[in-house]
């Protein structure tokens, strides 16, 4: 069972930048990954999606041009960097990752019914006005 552990959350001015880290305990090749965040009060939200074997990659709409998803296989982490930051980020952001899956199969990582098993705790992300 793969373990996920994240950091680099922090608190922030709006037009400020993160980078989130997600450190795995195990190798991430050719899995589905993704960043996932929550607000108090509200759903859990996707935020970015990617495949790790060969990076195609998806960005919420409400992230695109802001966030950008990345992997580095070699070191067994998922990034999340975060510009132009704004108050309506503010959330916990989880990091979330399925089991390794074959690259025929990788299209099903961006379908919405998508179930990641392993999550990480969390880390907090504040923007001020």
């Known amino acids: 069972q793969v373990q996920l552990v994240e950091s680099g959350g922090g608190s922030v001015p709006a037009g400020g930048s993160l980078t989130l880290s997600c450190d795995a305990s195990e190798s991430i090749y050719s899995r589905c990954m993704g960043w996932f965040r929550q607000a108090p009060g509200k759903a859990r939200e996707g935020v970015a999606t990617i495949y790790t074997a060969d990076g195609p990659a998806y960005h919420a709409d409400s992230v695109k041009g802001r966030f950008t998803i990345s992997k580095d296989n070699a070191k067994n982490t998922l990034y999340l960097q975060m510009n132009s930051l704004k108050p309506e980020d503010t959330a916990v952001y989880y990091c979330?990752?399925?089991?390794?899956?074959?690259?025929?199969?990788?299209?099903?990582?961006?379908?919405?019914?998508?179930?990641?098993?392993?999550w990480g705790q969390g880390t907090q992300v504040t923007v001020s006005s």
């Open positions: 979330a990752a399925g089991q390794p899956v074959h690259p025929s199969l990788r299209r099903q990582c961006f379908a919405p019914s998508f179930e990641h098993p392993y």
